[in-house]
């Protein structure tokens, strides 16, 4: 069965550092998520996209974050300036039908 | 920000019975509801999924429940099963915002 891969599966960085979260998302999908889940609790939306731009974000999806998908297959997000607060488990998902989302595995960030 | 409320932390029940997750949601425009699993260091996995033009929807031993007028989902498992312990997230969407919102989650034991 076709998958959501993630890379990296675990990403430590100091604050104040870049980085970027890598994702294949499944190939005829058409929506590209990112979420975030931090410890304990409850997972968050913080980006949709779709025909090549942000179709919608939330309240978290400030000026520090960008997504990409520079090819045809990888949809990335960037975390400008990490904070600390940004430590968490983020999760890429795709769909292609309405509404049922395919999760990845998520790559856990640990910022220090 | 407690558009989807799931109020049980945990359950736990004997293999063979019948496990009841609940899901509560406050916003009226949500008209498609969605069941996820989650096991440690995984994503989310779609489980099962009911628009509000329904108030039942059933997938093998997997039945989701809705009632409108309460706000209020349900999701019935039997017989329960050992692989069945798992979080299990309520998740609901509308057609204008496609974002799913999430409930906090349910942490489902099976005693074998």
């Known amino acids: 069965e076709p998958e959501v891969t993630q890379t990296p599966s675990h990403q430590v960085t100091q604050m104040g550092q870049e980085v970027i979260l890598r994702c294949v998302p499944i190939s005829n999908h058409l929506y590209f998520y990112w979420y975030r889940q931090i410890l304990g609790q409850k997972v968050e939306f913080l980006v949709s996209f779709y025909n090549n731009e942000i179709s919608e974000k939330s309240e978290i999806f400030d000026d520090q974050f960008s997504v990409e998908r520079p090819d045809g297959s990888n949809f990335t997000l960037k975390i400008r300036s990490t904070k600390l607060e940004d430590s968490a488990m983020y999760f890429c998902a795709s769909r292609y039908q309405p509404e049922k989302l395919f999760f990845g595995s998520g790559t856990q960030l640990s910022v220090l | 920000d407690q558009q989807v409320k799931q109020n049980s932390p945990s359950l736990s029940v004997q293999e063979g019975r019948i496990s009841i997750l609940n899901c509560d949601y406050t916003?009226?425009?949500?008209?498609?509801f969605l069941w996820y699993k989650k096991y440690p260091a995984e994503g989310p996995t779609f489980l099962i999924s009911i628009s509000s033009i329904k108030d039942k929807n059933e997938d093998g031993r997997f039945t989701v429940f809705l009632n409108k007028s309460a706000k209020h989902l349900s999701l019935h498992i039997v017989p329960s099963q050992p692989g069945d312990s798992a979080v299990y997230f309520c998740?609901?969407?509308?057609?204008?915002?496609?974002?799913?919102?999430f409930g906090s989650g349910t942490r489902l034991q099976v005693q074998p």
């Open positions: 916003n009226s425009m949500f008209d498609y």
């Open positions: 998740a609901a969407a509308n057609t204008g915002r496609r974002a799913l919102t």
